[in-house]
């Protein structure tokens, strides 16, 4: 109940923030539309809509970093993390309190991005549903980089270090371009990391190759959960400063 | 006795914070705890928070120890950190309302509570206003108001005047006055003309240790000094860290 009750309040602190939840969920629409009508004029296949959909909801993710991240820093630094941390709340309550209010934010991001795709030719079937689903299961592993982010580093820093991390995500998840294009050892750390495989997950799964999800997927959860556990040690350990 | 502190040590490394620190503050005494910068103020109040684990000693809040029952010791007690620590894009109601349900007040209670503190601290006619746009008086009010919501029965109040222009300490003041007597209050602040409008008793800490406890008059006349900044001054006088 305390959770939920926290959780009501950091969904407050992020919604009435309108500016930037608008640019979370506008600015990859805009990608997406722009990457299509580029495909319009483009000789090959490179961001036909069902690549190029799960892609940019990926991409979209990064800016639950952002929130979650800042969302931490900020009370890390106004020392509204001390004042709970001197209540009764046990550790679970602060993780679900912080993650949950971002779930419906991650939500609201698929399905805006899903409509903005059947305007450009996505045909709606149940794959579309399926991708939805493990969507929200690869939402969780940018909330939880967020809350790293925002235990090691003031709210300032994670603003500064969002531009960084967004580009580099995206880089490596192979949103814009394939990886197989670059190759080497770019792709060999790409495929190390947890970014490419949330893309193919997504992928996978919306084009009905179910099979092939299941590595994929697994291994974002496992990274997921390494990020949690991490923040959740760095978190108790910033508190014994 | 409402909190006794026994041997209580804080060591960071080669750098004692709080060097076995023994001391007994009765039920409903306003208590001042100074020292200059790096004396071990906050690291003490910390500890008693149950935010920092003592490296050794322990220290009993209403009977219930910080090392041992950390949950019985925050039902207790509340506290209004150093920076102001509120809810930015939360109402100033809201914010309230916030504390009360962390600590398991209904939302009926909640809402008395809050309408009660707001009266207290003159942030009726701010209720509706986000805790963002307030001035920095209006800013520690409400944080000290945040504090008292769960009805402690002590209270502690790190540096709650920091900023604050002389008319909005001196109105924060004429508010603590009324606490006195009901909840035991544990004040750090540098300034001094606070502890002796204030506080019943002072503690002073120099290099993490106890240099001397008593009434401002006691220690006035252990001194032989003529005001209180000097007698400050003398038992701070030595090698700063």
Known sequence: MKAVIFATRNHKEIVRDPLTLLFGIAFPVLMMVLFSVMQKNMPFALYEIETLTPGVIVFSFSFLTLFSGMLLGKDKSTSFLMRIFASPMTAADYVIGYVLPLLPIAVLQISVCILAALFLGLSLDLSVLFMGIVLIVISLLYIGLGLLLGTIFTDKQVGGIFAIFVTVTTWLSGTWFQLDMIGGAFQSIAQLLPFFHAADAARAVLSGHYEDVLLSLAIVVGYTALTFIIAILVFKGKMQE | ?241
Not at chain 2, 204 to 225: E, P
């Open chain 2, 1 to 241: 006795m409402t909190i006794e502190i026994k041997e209580l040590t804080k060591r960071y490394k080669d750098h004692v914070a709080v060097d076995n620190l023994s001391l007994n503050i009765e039920k409903g005494e306003f208590f001042a705890l100074l020292g200059q910068n790096a004396a071990g103020k906050t690291t003490t109040i910390k500890m008693l928070c149950g935010l920092v684990a003592p490296t050794s000693g322990d220290a009993f809040l209403e009977g219930a120890s910080v090392v041992h029952n950390q949950i019985a010791v925050k039902n207790n007690i509340n506290i209004s950190p150093q920076e102001t620590a509120v809810a930015p894009n939360l109402t100033v109601v809201e914010n309230l309302r916030l504390m009360a349900r962390l600590y398991g007040y209904s939302k009926i209670q909640a809402e008395q509570c809050a309408i009660a503190q707001m009266n207290i601290f003159g942030l009726l006619t701010r209720q509706h206003e986000k805790a963002k746009t307030l001035s920095g008086g209006y800013k520690r009010r409400l944080s000290v108001a945040m504090a008292m919501m769960s009805t402690p029965k002590i209270l502690f109040l790190d540096e709650p005047t920091l900023g604050m222009d002389v008319r909005a300490r001196r109105d924060l003041w004429s508010i603590l006055r009324q606490l006195k007597g009901h909840v035991t209050i544990v004040l750090t602040t540098h300034y001094l003309e606070e502890v002796e409008v204030l506080a019943d008793r002072v503690g002073i800490m120099h290099n993490g240790k106890l240099r001397a406890l008593g009434t401002i008059q006691q220690l006035m006349s252990q001194t032989g000094k003529p005001t209180f900044e000097d007698v400050f001054l003398e038992l701070t006088e030595g090698e700063s860290r």
